[in-house]
């Protein structure tokens, strides 16, 4: 697929999202967006050293190979699993929610960074790569320690997305 395409059906699939969310009635919607978009971007930049996002166009970096493109794909993912948890479990304590989101998240994220990984956009840093097991996810072709780190990375993005929502929500 042309990377431009791959660019542009991010950016598509993030007016979807925010389509849907203003259309079903969710409140602040810009708001809890760009604190998630903030949240994302936040943990991409501590975690760049870790591996590389190459092959996009140069618009889509924000610092050295932190891509918003990328970013933006994290938070549709993020945003949508949160909405259905929210959905089908309504009336489910935010304990369970935060763990069934995150159960979503890094399901969905461990397809995604796969067809990241296998389409070249993204490599492991060779000292990452150094100290994995050297055991795969079968079919994915992700090192098995993949899982840790993104729901290692899905856990912080929602705390952090949660706390700020609530700190707005509460002055």
């Not at 930049?45 to 970013?71: A, C, H, K, Q």
């Not at 089908?88 to 069934?100: D, G, Y």
């Not at 290692?152 to 929602?158: L, R, T």
């Amino acid at each position: 697929m042309n990377i431009l395409v791959f660019e542009l059906l991010l950016i598509i699939l993030t007016v979807g999202v925010y389509v849907f969310m203003k259309r079903l009635g969710y409140k602040n919607t810009e708001r809890k967006l760009i604190i998630l978009l903030i949240s994302v971007i936040l943990f991409e930049t501590m975690t760049e050293p870790l591996w590389s996002n190459t092959g996009l166009d140069s618009w889509t970096y924000l610092f050295r190979d932190v891509s918003w493109i990328i970013s933006l794909g994290w938070v549709c993912i993020i945003m949508i699993s949160m909405m259905i948890v929210d959905y089908f479990l309504r009336k489910t304590s935010e304990v369970r929610k935060f763990f069934a989101y995150l159960a979503l998240i890094v399901g969905a994220t461990t397809i995604i960074e796969s067809i990241l990984v296998t389409s070249k956009i993204r490599s492991y840093a060779p000292e990452l790569l150094a100290r994995t097991t050297g055991i795969n996810i079968p079919v994915l072709n992700l090192p098995i320690e993949a899982l840790l780190v993104l729901t290692i990375i899905g856990a912080f993005v929602i705390s952090t997305y949660k706390y700020i929502n609530y700190l707005f929500n509460t002055r």
